[in-house]
């Protein structure tokens, strides 16, 4: 499938909060939800790293916790959630519990794994998304990876750091 115009549009703006979140001192990954209108209702990068973060604190898990408290849930299953890289188990949990419908990602999980190798960091799980939301009572769309190259730049040296 190819990548429209305007799904490019808001996966470029999640590498843009990707390095973002990277120049903040924090783990390059940003994810935002448009809304069934093609309205940006949330943006989140990581705050996964101290002082004040907290390990569960996914770009995707903010971004759509944020966006479960604006819209109700019709309105979510009729949302997309753009985001850096490919979302983890936690992430992908929630973003079906918050029933966002659709999910377009840019790096995939086996990419950012060659990315970021054994970093402590990132004890990354080799289970794609897709598989977490077959498992799922409702469907979520995936789309990607897309914009691979582009979306590496934010991880190129990060994860080489002590």
Same mark, same amino acid.
């Given at each position: 499938?190819?990548?429209s115009?305007? &799904?490019?549009?808001h ?7 990707a390095?973002?979140a990277?120049a903040? $001192?924090?783990?390059? #990954?940003?994810a935002?939800?448009v &809304?069934?209108? $093609?309205l940006?209702v949330?943006?989140a990068g990581n @705050?996964s790293?101290? +002082? &004040?973060g907290? +390990?569960?604190?996914h ?8 966006a479960a408290r ?5 309105e979510?299953?009729q ?7 490919e ?5 992908? $949990?929630a973003?079906?519990w918050c @029933?966002?419908?659709?999910v377009v990602?840019a790096l995939s999980e086996?990419?950012l794994?060659r990315l970021t $190798?054994d ?5 990354? #799980?080799?289970? +794609?998304?897709r598989e /977490? #939301?077959?498992?799922?009572?409702r469907?979520t769309? /995936?789309l990607g +990876? #897309? ?7 934010a991880?190129?040296d990060f994860?080489?750091r002590s």
């Open positions: 499938m190819l990548l115009p305007q &799904d490019a549009r996966l470029r703006r999640a590498l843009h909060l390095g973002e990277r903040a $001192g924090q783990h390059p #990954f940003g935002l939800v &809304d069934g209108a $093609g940006v949330a943006e @705050n790293l101290p +002082p &004040d907290d +390990p569960t604190q770009a995707e898990l903010r971004v759509a916790a944020r604006l819209l109700p849930a019709g979510l299953a949302a997309t959630l753009y985001t850096s890289a979302p983890c188990v936690m992430c992908a $949990g973003v079906y @029933n966002i419908g659709r990602y086996e990419r794994l $190798g970093h402590p960091e990132n004890p990354t #799980f080799s289970l +794609p998304c /977490v #939301f077959a498992r799922g009572q469907p769309q /995936v +990876p #897309f914009l691979e190259d582009e979306a590496a730049q991880h190129l994860w080489q």
